[in-house]
């Protein structure tokens, strides 16, 4: 049945706009981490297909490739000095921005397209930070808000961007490796491919993939939500357990 | 959260050392050293509590068959504890839903450590120098001399500890450390025993059992609400910390009685201190970053 549903997938990830078709293939939809995981690559491939009566264009191709992952509900809070102290003031929410992001292109995203169509269309990081569904706008007050929680993000390997990261093979063959960090939190990714080719988009296919959590770390965690009672009363007991086992075994008198 | 277990082990160790050489639980000591090492303080605070079970059990079980627990005492004390511990886990939720649950645990840290510390210190200090002169070690209150609100309205006699005495003080003090034991992760023997023992005149020989009966009862409530209300709990980080400290804490002990008490009581001093000024430094310097990211929830 799965192996059905990855074969849809993989003819559902052609699409055709005009007279360029893209096919793209993740060489791993589904990916397992346990408690020694360290991060891992997941590569792109992609071809491009002219049909017949489409010369071949003069400029080349370029591909964007733009990974979105599952969705967080983030508050961002700012220290300021309150007397001698430094204390959490202001803060802002951002209801639902991806917990990993990450931009690869052929070439500068700047040499791509033009400024207007990354804003509109969300190419690149800055377009997709300072969009306005990423957070709401308070005049100008949320613009620090989204640089902080892009630096972070940034910092912690989450939010990247890299200008070298799809590499053509042939002309119309490319492929690209996504970086996921440790950090990265299990759930859905979205990996969506976009052909350009002198400044204009042509095709766009999305896929995805899914990172899963196994072994014993991710089970202790789903009881601990879900089971909240019982993990608190089973901590309570091991520790009871345990002082008791101390007075056993070290008993001075 | 990748931090070594060996590491964990190890606090946990040099924590019960230190704590068995007292005969205090070191909660106050090893939630600070959790937060330092970088695990969240909500994470550090509930999971602490479960390491302050099992150590308060052990020296419980001890008190029992020493017959050295006053159980009327000790069942007001934890009556008083339990509402206090329920205070304190929603106090810590709500502070951690505005955002400033760091903040409240830093300052509260700062301000009992540097008054318990500064106590210490003063009191180590003295000993030391009539020590010296040769004159009398300890500055003893004289008998009969009762602070006035021990004689407030419901008074009640405790047999076991020779005491008939109001119980609002007693109840306040529970409701307190009730209180300040969940929001902070610490057992608060540290607190207790000198309140019984000074303030009421509790005899020495029950005074550590009680207050470790009341320890054990109130911070077993507060591991079970911070693991329902806060899911703070970290099962893995819990039993690292017991089994360190369970081990430390007897040979702590065992070391403790050839140990002169003075000068390790200066030396703690000295590291409350140290600790309390490390976290008000936190307070007062710059962060290298201003901004910080709370994640409220995930889809997945």
New interface residues.
């Given amino acids: 049945m799965r192996a059905v549903g990855i074969l849809l997938i993989l003819l559902g990830t052609m699409a055709s706009a005009g007279a360029e078709t893209l096919i793209t293939s993740l060489s791993n939809h589904r990916v397992l981490i346990n408690s020694n995981y360290t991060g891992t690559l997941i590569a792109v491939f992609g071809a491009i297909e002219r049909d017949a009566q489409t010369v071949a264009r003069g400029t080349g191709y370029d591909v964007v490739v733009t990974v979105r992952g599952?969705?967080?509900?983030?508050?961002?809070?700012?220290?300021?000095?309150l007397g001698?102290?430094?204390?959490?003031q202001e803060?802002q929410k951002f209801p639902?921005v991806p917990?990993y992001l990450s931009v690869l292109s052929s070439r500068s995203l700047a040499e791509i397209t033009s400024d207007q169509l990354r804003q509109r269309q969300k190419i690149g990081l800055n377009a997709i930070v300072s969009a306005s569904d990423f957070t709401n706008h308070r005049g100008g007050a949320d613009k620090?808000?989204r640089e902080?929680?892009y630096?972070?993000?940034a910092q912690e390997g989450l939010y990247l961007e890299d200008e070298r990261g799809v590499t053509f093979l042939t002309p119309d063959i490319f492929r690209a490796s996504i970086p996921l960090p440790?950090t990265a939190?299990?759930?859905?990714y979205d990996v969506e491919v976009t052909l350009f080719a002198d400044t204009v988009i042509l095709a766009r296919t999305i896929t995805n993939f899914e990172l899963v959590k196994t072994g014993f770390?991710e089970q202790?965690g789903a009881v601990?939500?879900d089971w909240?009672?019982f993990?608190?009363?089973?901590?309570?007991v091991?520790?009871?357990f345990?002082?008791?086992?101390?007075?056993l075994i070290?008993?001075?008198? | 959260m990748?931090v070594s277990v060996l590491l964990i082990l190890g606090m946990g160790a040099a924590v019960g050392f230190i704590s068995g050489i007292f005969g205090i639980g070191g909660g106050f000591l090893m939630t600070p050293l959790l937060i330092f090492l970088g695990i969240p303080p909500a994470v550090a605070v509930a999971t602490q509590s479960?390491?302050i079970?099992?150590?308060?059990?052990?020296s419980v079980?001890?008190a029992i068959?020493?017959n050295a627990l006053d159980r009327k005492l000790g069942a007001i004390l934890v009556a008083g504890g339990f509402v206090g511990s329920a205070l304190g886990v929603w106090f810590f939720a709500a502070a951690r839903r505005a955002?400033?649950l760091?903040?409240v645990i830093v300052i509260s840290y700062v301000t009992l450590f540097t008054v318990v510390g500064s106590l210490m210190l003063k009191e180590s200090i003295r000993e030391f120098w009539h020590r010296r002169k040769g004159g009398a070690v300890r500055l003893r209150r004289k008998a009969g001399e009762h602070a006035p609100y021990l004689g407030w309205p419901l008074r009640m006699r405790f047999y076991r500890s020779k005491l008939y005495v109001s119980v609002i003080p007693i109840v306040g003090l529970s409701l307190f450390i009730g209180f300040a034991g969940a929001l902070l992760g610490i057992g608060g023997g540290f607190i207790v025993v000198p309140a019984l023992l000074y303030v009421f005149r509790v005899p020495t020989t029950v005074v550590v059992g009680t207050s470790q009966f009341q320890i054990?009862c109130t911070t077993?409530v507060a591991?079970?609400?911070?693991?329902?209300m806060n899911?703070a709990?970290d099962?893995?980080l819990?039993?690292l910390l017991?089994?360190g400290g369970?081990f430390g804490?007897?040979f702590g002990a065992r070391m403790g009685r050839h140990l002169r008490a003075e000068l390790f009581r200066f030396l703690l001093a000295i590291l409350l201190l140290a600790v309390g000024l490390r976290f008000g430094l936190e307070?007062?310097?710059?962060?290298d970053?201003?901004?910080?990211?709370?994640?409220?929830?995930?889809?997945?």
């Avoid at chain 1, 001698?84 to 959490?88: C, G, L, Q, V």
């Avoid at chain 1, 993990?231 to 309570?236: K, P, Q, R, S």
């Avoid at chain 1, 345990?242 to 007075?247: E, I, M, P, S, V």
């Avoid at chain 2, 201003?290 to 929830?297: A, G, L, N, Y």
Wanted: no cysteine; charged share 15%; hydrophobic share 50%.
């Fill in positions: 599952p969705r967080q509900f983030l508050t961002v809070r700012e220290r300021e000095p001698p102290i430094w204390i959490n803060q639902s917990a620090p808000f902080a929680l630096r972070i993000k440790a939190p299990p759930g859905n770390e202790v601990a939500r909240s009672l993990y608190g009363v089973a901590t309570a091991i520790a009871l345990f002082g008791w086992l101390a007075n070290f008993r001075r008198d | 990748p479960a390491q079970v099992a150590s308060s059990t052990t079980l001890g068959r020493r955002g400033q760091d903040l054990v077993l591991l079970i609400l911070h693991a329902v899911q709990v099962f893995v819990a039993i017991i089994i369970v804490a007897q307070l007062i310097m710059q962060p970053e201003p901004f910080s990211i709370t994640v409220q929830e995930t889809r997945t």
